[in-house]
C-alpha cells in the first residue's frame, strides 16, 4: 500500500536563522516561542477557528492531503475564506517539521519520536474589539513533541468509556462535519466521566441518544467479524478512521455504517479508537463493565499490526519507548 508521506519542501532558506522550534503564522516563519494573536482575534472571542491536527511518522507529515481536504471542506462550512491555498500551507507544514524535527533530542533510538501538528484558521479581528473593524483570516501551523506517555500503556490496557449527561452539539448550531476549536462540550464531557472513573473518556451522544464520538477519537465498534461506524450524519469523518478502512481491505473485513446507541457499545465484541496521535487504540471498558473479553481483541491486534507494518514502525513500541524514556529523563536544572 502506498501511504502518502506528504510534501517535500525546499525553500528551507525562509527558516535560517531561526532557533529553535519554528512557526508559521500568514505566510512567514517566527519563533515559536514568540507566535502571538491579538486577543481580540475572532479565534479568541467567540472561539471561531477551523482546525486539523496531524502527525509525523519518521519525520514525515503523515496523510496530509485528507488532512488538508478536511480544513478545506471545514472552512466553507463555516464560511471563513483563509489567505492561502492548501497546498501552500502543506509546503510550509513540511517544512516547518524538517526544521523542528532537527530540535527533538531522538539520540540513536531506531523509534524516532514524532511530532504533532497543528494547522488552524482564525475569522480575524473580531470588529467590536478593533474600533469596528474586522480583519482577514489568520492561518498559524505549529508543531510539538508528541506525548506519548498519555497512551503508551494503553495500546496494551485499553481505554474506559463513560456515558454522560453532556450532548454532542446539534448540527442546528453548526456543521458536524466542520472540524472546529469550539469544543467546551468535549471539555465538560471529559470532566464528568473522569469524575465517575479516573482516567476514563467521554461519549458524547446526539439528544436522540446516537453515538457520536469521544472527544478525542472516532469509535467502531466490531460485532460478529464486522466493523460498524457511525455516519458522518452522526459523527465528523475521521482521517485516522478512513485509513484503518483502507488497512482491514486486505483482511476481507466487512465494514458497515449506522447508527449506533449505548447498549451496541455495552455488546460489542471490540471497540476501537482512531486519532491522529495515537492512530488506534482499543476501548476495553464502558461504564464500568468489560467490553467483550476485557482485554484488546484480535481485530485490534490485526489492524495495530497492519498500520505499523503500513508506515514502518512499531506505533504501540515508539510510544512505550519514548514514554519510559521521558519518565527517566533527568530533570532541567
Known amino acids: 500500500m502506498h501511504i502518502p508521506a506528504g510534501p517535500t519542501h525546499s525553500c528551507m532558506g525562509e527558516l535560517v536563522g531561526i532557533a529553535g522550534e519554528a512557526a508559521w503564522l500568514d505566510g512567514r516563519y517566527v519563533s515559536r516561542t ?5 486577543v481580540g482575534d475572532a479565534g479568541f472571542v467567540l472561539g471561531a477557528t477551523v482546525t486539523e491536527q496531524l502527525r509525523t511518522i519518521r519525520g514525515r507529515l503523515f496523510l496530509p492531503e485528507p488532512h488538508a481536504r478536511r480544513l478545506a471542506d471545514s472552512l466553507r462550512a463555516v464560511g471563513i475564506a483563509a489567505g492561502f491555498d492548501p497546498a501552500v500551507v502543506l509546503a510550509a507544514a513540511a517544512a516547518l517539521v524538517e526544521h523542528n524535527h532537527g530540535e527533538i533530542a531522538v539520540g540513536a533510538s531506531p523509534l524516532p519520536s514524532d511530532l504533532g501538528v497543528v494547522i488552524f484558521v482564525t475569522a480575524g479581528d473580531q470588529p467590536s474589539q478593533h474600533g469596528g473593524r474586522g480583519g482577514p483570516p489568520r492561518t498559524v501551523i505549529h508543531s510539538f513533541p508528541l506525548a506519548f506517555g498519555m497512551w503508551a ?8 468509556l463513560r456515558s454522560v449527561s453532556v450532548r454532542q ?3 442546528e448550531c453548526w456543521p458536524l462535519a ?6 467546551l462540550h468535549y471539555f465538560l464531557a471529559d470532566r464528568e466521566a473522569a469524575a465517575a472513573e479516573p482516567g476514563s473518556r467521554a461519549v458524547l ?3 436522540d441518544g446516537r453515538i457520536s464520538e469521544t472527544s478525542t477519537a472516532n469509535l467502531a465498534v466490531v460485532r460478529h467479524g464486522s466493523i460498524i461506524v457511525p455516519p458522518a450524519t452522526d459523527a465528523l469523518s475521521g482521517v485516522s478512521l478512513a485509513f484503518a478502512r483502507q488497512l482491514t481491505e486486505q483482511f476481507g473485513i466487512a465494514w458497515e455504517e449506522q447508527s449506533l446507541s449505548a447498549a451496541d457499545l455495552a455488546s460489542a465484541d471490540e471497540v ?8 488506534l487504540l482499543p476501548a476495553t471498558r464502558f461504564d464500568g463493565q468489560p467490553i467483550g473479553t476485557g482485554l484488546p481483541g484480535p481485530i485490534y491486534r490485526r489492524l495495530l499490526a497492519a498500520w505499523s507494518e503500513a508506515v514502518g514502525i512499531d506505533i504501540a513500541a515508539q510510544a512505550r519507548h519514548h514514554a519510559s524514556a521521558a519518565i527517566n529523563r533527568p530533570a532541567s536544572p
Not at 34 to 38: G, H, I, Q, V, Y
Open 34 to 38: 514568540s507566535l502571538s494573536l491579538p
Open 205 to 207: 451522544t446526539h439528544c
Open 272 to 279: 476501537l479508537l482512531t486519532s491522529t496521535p495515537n492512530c
Open 153 to 160: 500503556s494503553a495500546y496494551e490496557r485499553g481505554v474506559a
Open 178 to 183: 466542520a472540524k472546529v476549536r469550539s469544543r
Open 169 to 171: 452539539v446539534p448540527a
